[in-house]
């Protein structure tokens, strides 16, 4: 599973997915946020001599420049909104980049491998722009990511030599 954000982050997350075997990553599915129109088309270009995958909207948790506050909400209905596409499609792998739209999607898979439903893989690419900070989301998957990937060293925490993260 590929989630897609708007903009910056699918154009990151396609260059990655160009390098991805697709015999040995199939079916794959690309989740989008409701208000991006952009990926769908991005999406359909890089597949368009496949038909082994699947695209799903769901509801985006944070819109750009929204309070944090009133994005609470959103987040809340889209993780909920996100439970039965994990459950139907219950992927190996889920494969994030940036945008706050893999936040209930990676919560909902980490709580799947707390319970036993699933053994999921969640690897979060930090985008390749975040030269000095994490990303909200960086600083929120931190915790529950098996594997996270960042552009630059000293992005990682002091002290945590045993983290699973990998540098590029």
């Not at 396609?14 to 129109?37: C, G, H, K, M, Q």
């Not at 609470?72 to 139907?88: D, F, G, K, Q």
């Not at 053994?119 to 990511?145: D, H, M, N, P």
């Amino acid at each position: 599973m590929i989630v897609l954000g708007s903009g910056g982050h699918t154009a990151e997350m396609i260059r990655i997915v160009n390098y991805l075997s697709f015999e040995n990553y199939s079916p794959r599915i690309y989740v989008y946020a409701d208000t991006d129109s952009m990926s769908i088309e991005k999406v359909k270009y890089l597949e368009k001599n496949n038909i082994d995958y699947k695209i799903i909207k769901i509801r985006r948790s944070r819109e750009v420049h929204q309070s944090y506050y009133t994005s609470i909400y959103n987040t809340i209905y889209a993780t909920l909104e996100s439970v039965p596409h994990l459950w139907r499609e219950c992927p190996e792998l889920l494969l994030c980049n940036g945008p706050g739209t893999c936040v209930p999607l990676c919560i909902i898979v980490f709580l799947f491998k707390v319970f036993c439903i699933t053994q999921s893989t969640i690897i979060f690419v930090e985008s390749f722009c975040r030269v000095k900070t994490l990303s909200l989301t960086g600083k929120i998957l931190y915790y529950i990511a098996d594997y996270q990937i960042m552009q630059w060293p000293y992005l990682q925490k002091p002290n945590n030599e045993n983290d699973k993260i990998f540098y590029i």
